[in-house]
């Protein structure tokens, strides 16, 4: 009986991170299609399921930093980085979206100590020049 529990413990996890997963790549779908307030939804249903996994948050800060939400941006952006801070899925996302994000807040002397601060922690990432 617990090797059957067990069992389906496991695929309801399995089920869970395809959900996750699904709805990661709707909210893409609508973010690119200019479809704001889909996006969002799908992908802030998808932290419902998976509060944990950074890339879903990278997105929604992605989506709501095209949709001039920059605060709320900045906030998903930050919570991608602090879940998963080595994360090469994420890196240029983050190296991309947050300063721009900054930029279009005003937010001058962030957009400068963020970009430093990516470059040092990061100084063989493939985007840097020089």
Do not use: C
Not at 21 to 30: E, I, Q, S
Not at 66 to 78: K, P, R, V
């Amino acid at each position: 009986m617990v090797r059957f529990a067990e069992e389906h413990v496991r695929r309801a996890a399995l089920l869970d991170e395809l959900e996750t997963w699904l709805r990661l790549a709707t909210g893409l779908v609508h973010s690119r299609r200019r479809e704001p307030e889909q996006a969002i939804a799908a992908l802030e249903t998808a932290i419902k399921i998976n509060p944990n996994f950074a890339p879903v948050h990278a997105y929604l800060g992605y989506t709501l930093a095209m949709s001039g939400n920059h605060g709320a941006s900045i906030e998903a952006l930050d919570r991608a980085i602090r879940l998963s801070p080595r994360d090469p899925f994420l890196t240029s996302e983050y190296a991309t979206i947050r300063p721009m994000a900054d930029l279009a807040a005003g937010n001058y002397e962030e957009v400068i100590l963020v970009t430093r601060r990516f470059i040092l922690d990061r100084p063989n990432y493939i985007g840097r020049t020089g």
